[in-house]
């Protein structure tokens, strides 16, 4: 399994922007896709967003769609999570994980980062 180190969490205002980062070690970055979850204090893990190892194709939960962004830098194993917009209840830990590049369920993300805390004031 790849090793994933999230960062770039932390207490905006409403409407406010953050950048999440998600850097990769321990196994060739390209061969995972990439996705991006959240949990609420109180509620289940949801997904956010999910990148393919290329970086070609995106999804996004309906939460996110125009405003929050997911891309990749291979050469530096790195995804990100752009975040624009925000509103309060965005507030949560935001998790990225990692799949194997031919697997397509969400289910088959089986590596997982410590988590950033995001907090949207209002």
């Known amino acids: 399994q790849v090793h994933l180190v999230e960062s770039g969490g932390g207490l905006v205002q409403s409407g406010g922007s953050l950048r999440l980062s998600c850097v990769a070690s321990?196994?060739?970055?390209?061969?995972?896709?990439v996705g991006w979850f959240r949990q609420a204090p109180g509620k289940e893990r949801e997904f956010v967003a999910k990148?393919?190892?290329?970086?070609?194709?995106?999804e996004y939960a309906d939460s996110a769609k125009g405003r929050f962004t997911i891309t990749r830098d291979n050469a530096k194993n790195t995804a990100y999570l752009e975040m624009n917009s925000l509103k309060p209840e965005d507030t949560a830990i935001y998790y990225c994980?990692?799949?194997?590049?031919?697997?397509?369920?969400?289910?088959?993300?089986?590596?997982w980062g410590q988590g950033t805390q995001v907090t949207v004031s209002s």
């Open positions: 321990g196994r060739p970055f390209e061969n995972y896709g």
């Open positions: 990148i393919s190892w290329s970086g070609s194709t995106s």
């Open positions: 994980a990692a799949k194997p590049w031919d697997k397509e369920s969400l289910e088959a993300f089986n590596s």
